[in-house]
């Protein structure tokens, strides 16, 4: 019996490092799957629908927006790291 048992749990974990089995991911969103950043297998990814109705314009004028925050985000970060390893401004 212990035996068993110890079969059933050797062959329950080996199941849990066996690659599963995954479909191909699809967005309903096809207008912008040529634009850079879209790769498979996701494609183009807009989880919150930000972009369901929107035109070229409005695309280009979000992308801009998340570079544009982005580069803040990267300068915010770099002056934390210069001002935690003692250089100050004088002033």
Same mark, same amino acid.
């Given at each position: 019996?212990?035996?068993?048992?110890?079969?059933?749990?050797?062959?329950?974990?080996?199941?849990?490092?066996?690659?599963?089995?995954?479909?191909?991911?699809?967005t309903? !969103?096809?207008?912008? /799957?040529?634009?850079? &950043?879209?790769?498979?297998? +996701?494609? @183009?990814?807009?989880?919150?629908?930000?972009?369901?109705?929107?035109?070229?314009?409005?695309?280009?004028? !979000?992308?801009?927006v /998340?570079?544009?925050h &982005?580069?803040?985000?990267? +300068?915010? @970060?770099?002056?934390?790291?210069?001002?935690?390893?003692?250089?100050?401004?004088?002033?």
């Amino acid at each position: 019996m212990m035996k068993l048992a110890a079969l059933a749990a050797l062959m329950g974990s080996a199941a849990a490092f066996a690659p599963a089995q995954t479909g191909k991911a699809t967005t309903a !969103l096809n207008a912008f /799957e040529s634009e850079l &950043g879209a790769q498979p297998p +996701l494609g @183009f990814f807009d989880p919150l629908g930000l972009l369901d109705d929107a035109d070229q314009e409005r695309f280009d004028r !979000l992308r801009y927006v /998340e570079i544009k925050h &982005g580069r803040i985000a990267q +300068l915010a @970060f770099l002056g934390n790291i210069i001002t935690r390893a003692g250089v100050h401004l004088p002033g």
